[in-house]
């Protein structure tokens, strides 16, 4: 089905069309069209163009109402002011149009013909190293945008850029050879989840174990450091065993990664995973493009591209170094490769970096270097998508007790333990595999939720006490408002969501409507702007004012059964609403609390 119209949109083009009539030597005119509390809508760019053309702007605005093509669309509008307009839609307009996104499996949500190809950068684990606190806002928000922009139909390509290459598995490498059997497992029983989650921490303990043992080593045995150094050498030179014990390492790591992506309900993928290691055949050749074209130059043996707006606190220009002195690579080499690789090879359009705000200037003089080269131009962009800390409630990064990172799969689980505790609380007729199974998707939520309700570049505290409340701006609220329509729709019996165009709306209902109406708006700015806090706003406020809604409307018990199957429809509209704009964002939303 082709998408639908917002009447926002139906009004700006019928404002617009009566401003090119009234002012035809203005040309194109936007009439700024905005939501008001005075009326459904206001205009104010009248006031602009008329000072422009030196007319009164008042009599202008009277001149564009006569000339109005309200076309069963615009019930009222009066000139307000110094020449705003207050327009009021119809009623009829309302619910015919909800009516038509109701029609709509997309729910009148527009497909972008232009869209074209976006690799998205996020979820950034390390191998052999337990994922923390710090890797959930890179995996819940690049999730997120993967999710909307795949759903305004761009061709979303996922990596995750995990680092898997460098010094430290020289030392790793070598005390699995000098000790084989380190990794070895035990055998596991019990359900797929738990097997899942139980390989996953023995996994986790297994590399911890070997990265304390051979970390020890090698910094008390000088003989081990000698031999672990060139094992580096050999595993940069692609020597066979070194590489196959390498792989070990990597595969171990990911056997512990999935099983944390697991328990965030989240889908990642082998083929999109591609580490450092997965450009080490370009970097020579990205460094001597980089010097033969002159954007990088040799100084003192290293290999670096200068830059007169990021100065150092001494007032010197800030080098990014894509090769050391000593002939080894740094990131910048790795991050270059990769841009060559997303564009050449992906055939992206857009590059999207979901990497901690603290990174910044590396990305900065990354992206720079890339344009100089002619990577990056007009028709392909590189954006980081910086995202702040996730705080303790001393408002400082959040820490154990004992100052250590905290565990992500410690914190997950008292995330669903404690949602689990309010479920069982509100559960009336769940059993005790239900009351799991909601306490999981409760509480992942909550944490998703929490996370993304916040504007990315901001810093945000950690408070599951406030997450998994039923009240204030949280997915419980969301979740819970979703279940109360399916229980009505479970309670209606015989009586159908039906739209009614004839009905008169109350108050509360035409909010309601209007809300819902732009929703396909909001996704397109929740994607041009890579903003998933603002789609987590839209639905905190249809949540919101379906409440209101609820309270004020009888819905079973409406005056009449065309009033009763009006309000299912609102219901049911909202309902199928919350669900695809949480899916989104990666929460789900279960048909019983």
Same mark, same amino acid.
């Given at each position: 089905?082709?998408?639908?119209?917002?009447?926002?949109?139906?009004?700006?083009?019928?404002?617009?069309?009566?401003?090119?009539?009234?002012?035809?030597?203005?040309?194109?005119?936007?009439?700024?069209?905005?939501?008001?509390?005075?009326?459904?809508?206001?205009?104010?760019?009248?006031?602009?163009?008329?000072?422009?053309?030196?007319?009164?702007?008042?009599?202008?605005?009277?001149?564009?109402?006569?000339?109005?093509?309200?076309?069963?669309?615009?019930?009222?509008?009066?000139?307000?002011?110094?020449?705003?307009?207050?327009?009021?839609?119809?009623?009829?307009?309302?619910?015919?149009?909800?009516?038509?996104?109701?029609?709509?499996?997309?729910?009148?949500?527009?497909?972008?013909?232009?869209?074209?190809?976006?690799?998205?950068?996020?979820?950034?684990?390390?191998?052999?190293?337990?994922?923390?606190?710090?890797?959930?806002?890179?995996?819940?928000?690049?999730?997120?945008?993967?999710?909307?922009?795949?759903?305004?139909?761009?061709?979303?390509?996922?990596?995750?850029?995990?680092?898997?290459?460098?010094?430290?598995?020289?030392?790793?490498?070598?005390?699995?050879?000098?000790?084989?059997?380190?990794?070895?497992?035990?055998?596991?029983?019990?359900?797929?989840?738990?097997?899942?989650?139980?390989?996953?921490?023995?996994?986790?303990?297994?590399?911890?174990?070997?990265?304390?043992?051979?970390?020890?080593?090698?910094?008390?045995?000088?003989?081990?450091?000698?031999?672990?150094?060139?094992?580096?050498?050999?595993?940069?030179?692609?020597?066979?065993?070194?590489?196959?014990?390498?792989?070990?390492?990597?595969?171990?790591?990911?056997?512990?990664?999935?099983?944390?992506?697991?328990?965030? /309900?989240?889908?990642?993928?082998?083929?999109?995973?591609?580490?450092?290691?997965?450009?080490?055949?370009?970097?020579?050749?990205?460094?001597?493009?980089?010097?033969?074209?002159?954007?990088?130059?040799?100084?003192?043996?290293?290999?670096?591209?200068?830059?007169?707006?990021?100065?150092?606190?001494?007032?010197?220009?800030?080098?990014?170094?894509?090769?050391?002195?000593?002939?080894?690579?740094?990131?910048?080499?790795?991050? %270059?490769?990769?841009?060559?690789?997303?564009?050449?090879?992906?055939?992206?359009?857009?590059?999207?970096?979901?990497?901690?705000?603290? $990174?910044? %200037?590396?990305?900065?003089?990354?992206?720079?270097?890339?344009?100089?080269?002619?990577?990056?131009?007009?028709?392909?962009?590189?954006? $980081?998508?910086?995202?702040?800390?996730?705080?303790?409630?001393?408002?400082?990064?959040?820490?154990?007790?004992?100052?250590?990172?905290?565990?992500?799969?410690? %914190?997950?689980?008292?995330?669903?333990?404690?949602?689990?505790?309010?479920?069982?609380?509100?559960?009336?007729?769940? #059993?005790?595999?239900?009351?799991?199974?909601?306490?999981?998707?409760?509480?992942?939520?909550?944490?998703?939720?929490?996370?993304?309700? #916040?504007?990315?570049?901001?810093?945000?505290?950690?408070?599951?006490? $406030?997450?998994?409340? +039923? #009240?204030?701006?949280?997915?419980?609220?969301?979740?819970?408002?979703?279940?109360?329509?399916?229980?009505?729709?479970?309670?209606?019996?015989?009586?159908?969501?039906?739209?009614?165009?004839?009905?008169?709306?109350?108050?509360?209902?035409?909010?309601?409507?209007?809300?819902? /109406?732009?929703?396909?708006?909001?996704?397109?700015?929740?994607?041009?702007?890579?903003?998933?806090?603002?789609?987590?706003?839209?639905?905190? $406020?249809?949540?919101?004012?379906?409440?209101?809604?609820?309270?004020?409307?009888?819905? +079973?018990?409406?005056?009449?059964?065309?009033?009763?199957?009006?309000?299912?429809?609102?219901?049911?509209?909202?309902?199928?609403?919350?669900?695809?704009?949480?899916?989104?964002?990666?929460?789900?939303?279960?048909?019983?609390?």
């Amino acid at each position: 089905m082709a998408s639908v119209p917002s009447l926002a949109s139906s009004v700006h083009q019928r404002v617009a069309d009566a401003l090119v009539s009234a002012l035809p030597e203005a040309g194109a005119a936007d009439p700024l069209l905005r939501r008001s509390d005075r009326a459904d809508f206001q205009a104010n760019g009248i006031l602009a163009l008329a000072k422009k053309a030196k007319a009164n702007p008042r009599e202008l605005a009277t001149t564009v109402v006569e000339g109005l093509d309200k076309g069963g669309v615009i019930e009222e509008i009066e000139v307000s002011g110094p020449g705003f307009l207050n327009i009021t839609v119809s009623d009829r307009a309302i619910v015919e149009t909800l009516a038509a996104r109701a029609a709509d499996a997309r729910l009148g949500v527009p497909v972008n013909g232009n869209a074209g190809t976006t690799v998205i950068d996020y979820a950034q684990p390390n191998v052999a190293k337990e994922m923390h606190v710090g890797h959930l806002r890179s995996a819940v928000i690049g999730a997120a945008m993967v999710e909307i922009l795949e759903f305004t139909g761009e061709q979303v390509v996922r990596r995750h850029h995990i680092g898997d290459w460098g010094t430290q598995f020289g030392m790793l490498i070598q005390y699995l050879i000098e000790h084989p059997h380190e990794l070895d497992h035990k055998a596991a029983a019990g359900s797929a989840a738990e097997d899942t989650a139980a390989s996953g921490e023995e996994a986790m303990s297994n590399l911890n174990r070997l990265y304390k043992a051979s970390r020890a080593l090698f910094d008390s045995d000088e003989e081990f450091k000698t031999r672990a150094r060139a094992r580096v050498v050999d595993l940069q030179a692609g020597d066979e065993q070194t590489l196959a014990l390498w792989q070990r390492f990597v595969d171990e790591s990911k056997i512990y990664f999935y099983s944390v992506f697991n328990k965030l /309900d989240m889908d990642i993928r082998d083929a999109d995973i591609v580490g450092e290691s997965g450009y080490n055949d370009m970097l020579v050749e990205t460094c001597r493009l980089l010097e033969e074209s002159g954007v990088a130059v040799r100084s003192e043996g290293a290999l670096c591209v200068f830059f007169e707006e990021f100065k150092g606190p001494d007032g010197n220009p800030t080098p990014l170094i894509v090769q050391k002195s000593d002939g080894g690579f740094g990131y910048a080499a790795t991050d %270059l490769s990769a841009i060559r690789d997303r564009v050449g090879n992906l055939k992206a359009n857009s590059l999207l970096y979901v990497v901690d705000a603290r $990174q910044g %200037l590396h990305f900065k003089m990354v992206f720079e270097t890339a344009r100089r080269a002619g990577w990056l131009n007009e028709d392909t962009k590189a954006v $980081q998508l910086a995202f702040g800390t996730v705080l303790g409630a001393d408002g400082k990064p959040f820490k154990t007790r004992e100052g250590e990172t905290v565990r992500l799969v410690d %914190l997950l689980d008292e995330a669903i333990d404690r949602a689990a505790a309010v479920v069982r609380e509100k559960a009336q007729d769940l #059993t005790e595999q239900e009351i799991a199974e909601r306490g999981a998707q409760v509480g992942i939520g909550a944490v998703k939720y929490a996370d993304l309700s #916040t504007s990315a570049a901001r810093d945000y505290k950690f408070d599951l006490d $406030q997450m998994v409340s +039923l #009240t204030g701006d949280t997915s419980v609220y969301l979740q819970y408002a979703y279940a109360r329509i399916q229980s009505i729709l479970r309670k209606a019996g015989d009586a159908k969501p039906a739209a009614h165009a004839e009905l008169a709306l109350t108050p509360s209902e035409r909010a309601l409507g209007l809300h819902l /109406d732009g929703f396909g708006e909001l996704i397109a700015e929740a994607a041009a702007e890579y903003a998933p806090h603002k789609l987590a706003a839209y639905l905190y $406020q249809l949540a919101s004012l379906y409440t209101t809604f609820y309270a004020e409307c009888p819905v +079973l018990k409406a005056d009449t059964p065309e009033q009763v199957e009006n309000r299912l429809f609102l219901c049911d509209l909202t309902a199928r609403t919350l669900t695809k704009g949480m899916s989104l964002l990666g929460i789900r939303t279960p048909e019983r609390l």
